[in-house]
């Protein structure tokens, strides 16, 4: 298995607590994200699957800002309660992971460029889901990226991530 897979929730209906405000868009969908990638990596599917890439909606969720908190609960869990346990640290997987530029603002796309590195953020737009961006190249633009920083989010790790498929 050496193929991208998109990680993306479902529409399953918002959850009560998100049924106003668009907390669903906001929020739940987005935390979400967080849920699948980290039973992802906290269950050891990239030990069984290790060519397997990650394709994360949402720029990863909350997992590139959570992902300290990932390692030490690794550290720390019950491996005998919790069943098959990842051998490894979720941040030791960071190499099976790409994510999305779908972050809404400036701020929240360099602090996932700085954590993640630029190599592994792609364009994305969530079409046709809300919020959509339909215009994801001005997020690139407003987050200040020099034109090579923007040409690799756009071009370059896209090609490179789906290289097999030209």
């Known amino acids: 298995l050496r193929l991208p897979v998109l990680v993306h929730p479902v529409l399953v209906?918002?959850?009560?607590?998100a049924a106003k405000f668009a907390l669903a868009q906001i929020a739940q969908y987005t935390f979400d994200t967080t849920l699948g990638v980290g039973s992802l990596l906290m269950s050891g599917v990239l030990d069984r699957f290790p060519g397997l890439k990650l394709v994360l909606a949402h720029g990863g969720g909350a997992?590139?800002?959570?992902?300290?908190?990932?390692?030490?609960?690794?550290?720390?869990?019950?491996?005998?309660?919790?069943?098959?346990?990842?051998?490894?640290?979720?941040?030791a997987y960071a190499a099976h992971m790409a994510y999305d530029s779908i972050v809404h603002a400036p701020k929240a796309l360099r602090f996932l460029i700085d954590v993640v590195g630029l190599d592994n953020v792609l364009l994305g737009t969530d079409y046709a889901f809300p919020p959509a961006d339909m215009e994801p190249l001005a997020l690139l633009?407003?987050?200040?990226?020099?034109?090579?920083?923007?040409?690799?989010?756009?071009?370059a790790n896209p090609r490179r991530l789906f290289a097999r498929l030209r």
């Open 141 to 155: 633009q407003s987050a200040q990226l020099s034109a090579a920083e923007i040409e690799a989010i756009a071009d």
């Open 13 to 17: 209906g918002p959850a009560p607590r």
């Open 63 to 91: 997992y590139p800002y959570l992902a300290g908190r990932f390692d030490i609960m690794h550290r720390r869990m019950d491996r005998a309660a919790q069943g098959d346990v990842a051998a490894k640290a979720p941040s």
